[in-house]
């Protein structure tokens, strides 16, 4: 398995525009998260998904962010309008519901807002 | 609510030398405890957990053993390589969910 695959793995934004981070996870993971990682605030979880399901999205930080899983192997985050305190690396991790704490993580996508 | 509590870094180490990361936790309910670890550019890894009370998870000779007397998790190696060079994550999880809880990571950095 190629493992969970996230594009794009840089991205350089201007601020005011849209952002769209894809994420595949491992075939057969019917759970899937998003995190957020900064040197200020470390790793954040931002929402998570069981069975394409937002379960809990307590972690976005405002209704600028928002997150989508239309089938069981791909799911976005998107962030409009985008602005610099966004920049981070956003990480997305997928996991068999039941193997608790058990996630397999992509490389993540490193976003800049300019 | 759920926290995970680590040593500052980063911790720098001649090889051969003894590494020990400590990581205390607070968790309502009996969490499972969990070290990831992250290489430069990479995404985290998981590296070992416990699931319950004394259980010692263990991988390329790391090892960390639950100790809910003092809910501790601490991650020990007795000779570190440079390849060990990464950023160590303890972690937590409750309840059925599968989410996870962060702590806020390790850098370790090993010199020859």
């Known amino acids: 398995d190629a493992g969970v695959i996230q594009s794009p793995r840089h991205e350089v934004t201007e601020m005011g525009q849209e952002v769209t981070l894809r994420c595949k996870p491992i075939?057969?993971?019917?759970?899937l998260f998003w995190y957020r990682q900064t040197m200020m605030r470390g790793l954040e979880l931002l929402i998570y998904f069981n069975n394409n399901v937002p379960i809990d999205d307590s972690g976005m930080p405002e209704d600028r962010f928002s997150a989508k899983m239309p089938n069981a192997s791909f799911s976005t985050l998107k962030i409009q309008p985008s602005e610099p305190r966004d920049s981070a690396v956003y990480f997305c991790a997928s996991s068999l519901q039941g193997a608790k704490g058990e996630a397999f993580f992509g490389q993540g996508t490193r976003l800049t807002v300019v | 609510g759920d926290s995970v509590t680590q040593m500052e870094g980063p911790v720098t180490l001649s090889e051969e030398a003894c590494l020990t990361i400590n990581c205390t936790y607070t968790a309502t309910g009996y969490p499972s405890l969990f070290w990831y670890v992250q290489y430069p550019g990479e995404g985290l890894q998981l590296l070992l957990k416990a699931t319950k009370a004394d259980d010692k998870g263990s991988n390329k000779g790391f090892e960390a053993t639950y100790r809910k007397e003092t809910t501790s998790f601490h991650l020990e190696k007795g000779s570190v390589q440079v390849s060990d060079s990464a950023v160590y994550f303890c972690a937590l999880a409750t309840g059925t969910a599968s989410k996870l809880t962060f702590g806020t990571g390790t850098r370790l950095q090993v010199t020859l």
């Open positions: 075939s057969g993971h019917n759970s």
